[in-house]
């Protein structure tokens, strides 16, 4: 007799979403199967938005356009489709485009429609989808498979587990933890606009898309304090180009670099950045540009003002370009050898991180009028802060030293990969036991075909995969949902197959 074979999905987020569209979808593609069994454990009420795209105010935007989001590896216009067919045509008044910035809250909710149609497609073709609102807290390793412990006191045996646990707690400012007046992460921004006051001083520390999504809210909430917003190198993100069209990599390119991934070649960093200057050859986009994005701009009023004159002016090549990359990011980032990565991590990423992701014009419009009439202040140098009775210290240093009192502090400096020092309890018992590695870059050490979790003595547990935060290390930029969108759709689909080939062996 057949048994239906059983897959736990450790958390409840956009990843999670994603990976089980595909394995219904998978499924649905192949008629005629026994049926399979999923356990989703998230412990919120529902499954879909995670904290990533959680209820929360309006001027919260997502920094993808519309037509570049979705819960599809293979179909990047679902989102849209979506907005269309549910009658959602306008924003702000304004026409909703493939090219427009929404609200995060309204990709949530179109993330818990999802979810609602994959129950429905799944009951359809013989898999039964549970959602247990409770923690993945254990797993032991059995005969086959896994038993999985959780909150709720259950102890259930699966084939196979894939880890979606979502963005693991900051561990930056540990000392300012549990104080009221301290916001350990900007999300929800609503819980930023209710709790701090209209007028206070309020601080934030980091110059990325999460700081500025905070001083949009407290902008649109109407704000009247200063706001100062400080990190080490005071960069701000640039700004997305109101004219920019895709730029698709060469096929001749693509293939190169799948060919030099199935040889098991490494590449050196140098040959890889040689290899992209020549696909900007031929989009006309010279090195020498992309050079102009590692300066710090001592004024970031003038910086602001300028990107907001060439965001409208003309496509932005290079942006264009940036995004077609996420297509074979995760190949790039596998060519490179770890000391090459070093070197990246050392050099490149930073410049990554701080230009590399673009933020909505309407964002830098509202920035950059605030910083002309001195409501916001940007700069360079951090070095420390400190909290006192009733106020916090953050300190500058530089040509120019500075020290600001704050009221209110807010942590922007994104969320954690580092599984090393993570509180949660599922990883640190799966490193504690050897049955995960953390990877120096981000996440748990992985198997890049198969996205297996490697275990202490190197072993690949291809019934034990992760996704999302914890596949950092592995496929690079893995806080992109389209990355992760395409990541899931192939795990889903090998997962399906062995299933489908273990059910027909039995």
């Given at each position: 007799?057949?048994?239906?074979?059983?897959?736990?999905?450790?958390?409840?987020?956009?990843?999670?979403?994603?990976?089980?569209?595909?394995?219904?979808?998978?499924?649905?593609?192949?008629?005629?199967?026994?049926?399979?069994?999923?356990?989703?454990?998230?412990?919120?009420?529902?499954?879909?938005?995670?904290?990533?795209?959680?209820?929360?105010?309006?001027?919260?935007?997502?920094?993808?356009?519309?037509?570049?989001?979705?819960?599809?590896?293979?179909?990047?216009?679902?989102?849209?489709?979506?907005?269309?067919?549910?009658?959602?045509?306008?924003?702000?008044?304004?026409?909703?485009?493939?090219?427009?910035?929404?609200?995060?809250?309204?990709?949530?909710?179109?993330?818990?429609?999802?979810?609602?149609?994959?129950?429905q497609r799944a009951e359809r073709c013989g898999v039964a989808i549970e959602h247990?609102?409770?923690?993945?807290?254990?797993?032991?390793?059995?005969?086959?498979?896994?038993?999985?412990?959780?909150?709720?006191?259950?102890?259930?045996?699966?084939?196979?587990?894939?880890?979606?646990?979502?963005?693991?707690?900051?561990?930056?400012?540990?000392?300012?933890?549990?104080?009221?007046?301290?916001?350990?992460?900007?999300?929800?921004?609503?819980?930023?606009?209710?709790?701090?006051?209209?007028?206070?001083?309020?601080?934030?520390?980091?110059?990325?898309?999460?700081?500025?999504?905070?001083?949009?809210?407290?902008?649109?909430?109407?704000?009247?304090?200063?706001?100062?917003?400080?990190?080490?190198?005071?960069?701000?993100?640039?700004?997305?180009?109101?004219?920019?069209?895709?730029?698709?990599?060469?096929?001749?390119?693509?293939?190169?670099?799948?060919?030099?991934v199935e040889t098991g070649q490494r590449v050196p960093l140098k040959v890889l950045?040689?290899?992209?200057?020549?696909?900007?050859?031929?989009y006309s986009i010279q090195a020498a540009d992309l050079l102009q994005l590692a300066?710090?701009?001592?004024?970031?009023?003038?910086?602001?003002?300028?990107?907001?004159?060439?965001?409208?002016?003309?496509?932005?090549?290079?942006?264009?370009?940036?995004?077609?990359?996420?297509?074979?990011?995760?190949?790039?980032?596998?060519?490179?050898?770890?000391?090459?990565?070093?070197?990246?991590?050392?050099?490149?990423?930073?410049?990554?991180?701080?230009?590399?992701?673009?933020?909505?014009?309407?964002?830098?419009?509202?920035?950059?009028?605030?910083?002309?009439?001195?409501?916001?202040?940007?700069?360079?140098?951090?070095?420390?802060?400190?909290?006192?009775?009733?106020?916090?210290?953050?300190?500058?240093?530089?040509?120019?030293?500075?020290?600001?009192?704050?009221?209110?502090?807010?942590?922007?400096?994104?969320?954690?990969?580092?599984?090393?020092?993570?509180?949660?309890?599922?990883?640190?018992?799966?490193?504690?036991?050897?049955?995960?590695?953390?990877?120096?870059?981000?996440?748990?050490?992985?198997?890049?075909?198969?996205?297996?979790?490697?275990?202490?003595?190197?072993?690949?547990?291809?019934?034990?995969?992760?996704?999302?935060?914890?596949?950092?290390?592995?496929?690079?930029?893995?806080?992109?949902?389209?990355?992760?969108?395409?990541?899931?759709?192939?795990?889903?689909?090998?997962?399906?197959?062995?299933?489908?080939?273990?059910?027909?062996?039995?």
């Amino acid at each position: 007799m057949e048994t239906a074979r059983r897959v736990a999905v450790v958390g409840g987020g956009s990843v999670a979403t994603s990976y089980l569209f595909h394995f219904v979808e998978a499924w649905e593609a192949r008629p005629g199967a026994p049926s399979a069994e999923v356990v989703v454990y998230e412990p919120r009420e529902s499954v879909g938005r995670g904290g990533a795209y959680d209820v929360d105010l309006d001027s919260n935007l997502l920094n993808v356009t519309a037509g570049s989001m979705s819960v599809a590896g293979d179909d990047r216009q679902h989102f849209f489709r979506w907005l269309k067919q549910n009658g959602i045509t306008e924003f702000r008044g304004e026409p909703i485009t493939m090219d427009g910035f929404l609200p995060r809250p309204l990709f949530g909710q179109y993330l818990e429609e999802a979810y609602r149609d994959v129950l429905q497609r799944a009951e359809r073709c013989g898999v039964a989808i549970e959602h247990r609102r409770a923690a993945a807290l254990e797993l032991e390793r059995l005969a086959s498979g896994f038993g999985v412990r959780a909150s709720d006191g259950s102890r259930e045996s699966y084939d196979r587990v894939v880890l979606a646990i979502g963005n693991l707690d900051s561990i930056a400012f540990p000392q300012l933890k549990g104080d009221p007046r301290y916001f350990d992460t900007p999300y929800p921004v609503r819980s930023l606009c209710n709790a701090i006051p209209s007028d206070a001083t309020v601080g934030i520390l980091g110059t990325s898309l999460s700081a500025i999504d905070a001083i949009a809210a407290l902008a649109a909430n109407g704000h009247r304090g200063l706001i100062v917003c400080v990190s080490r190198n005071g960069r701000l993100p640039c700004v997305r180009g109101t004219m920019n069209a895709p730029t698709p990599l060469r096929v001749g390119f693509k293939q190169w670099l799948t060919a030099m991934v199935e040889t098991g070649q490494r590449v050196p960093l140098k040959v890889l950045i040689d290899r992209i200057q020549e696909e900007l050859a031929t989009y006309s986009i010279q090195a020498a540009d992309l050079l102009q994005l590692a300066e710090v701009n001592p004024d970031p009023l003038r910086f602001l003002e300028d990107e907001l004159r060439e965001s409208s002016s003309a496509p932005r090549n290079w942006q264009s370009f940036g995004n077609a990359l996420n297509d074979v990011v995760d190949q790039l980032w596998h060519l490179l050898s770890p000391e090459d990565r070093q070197t990246f991590d050392r050099t490149i990423r930073p410049i990554w991180m701080a230009r590399r992701v673009t933020f909505p014009i309407a964002n830098a419009r509202t920035l950059a009028r605030m910083m002309q009439n001195g409501q916001l202040r940007v700069r360079g140098g951090f070095h420390d802060v400190e909290k006192a009775a009733s106020t916090f210290t953050v300190r500058c240093e530089g040509v120019r030293p500075e020290t600001f009192s704050c009221d209110a502090i807010v942590n922007a400096t994104s969320f954690s990969c580092d599984a090393a020092r993570s509180s949660v309890p599922l990883l640190q018992a799966l490193l504690r036991e050897g049955s995960a590695v953390a990877d120096p870059h981000g996440g748990l050490q992985l198997d890049f075909a198969s996205g297996g979790v490697v275990t202490a003595d190197g072993t690949i547990q291809r019934d034990l995969t992760a996704l999302g935060s914890m596949a950092a290390g592995t496929y690079f930029w893995t806080n992109s949902m389209d990355v992760n969108a395409r990541l899931a759709m192939v795990q889903a689909r090998q997962h399906v197959h062995a299933m489908r080939h273990d059910l027909s062996t039995v």
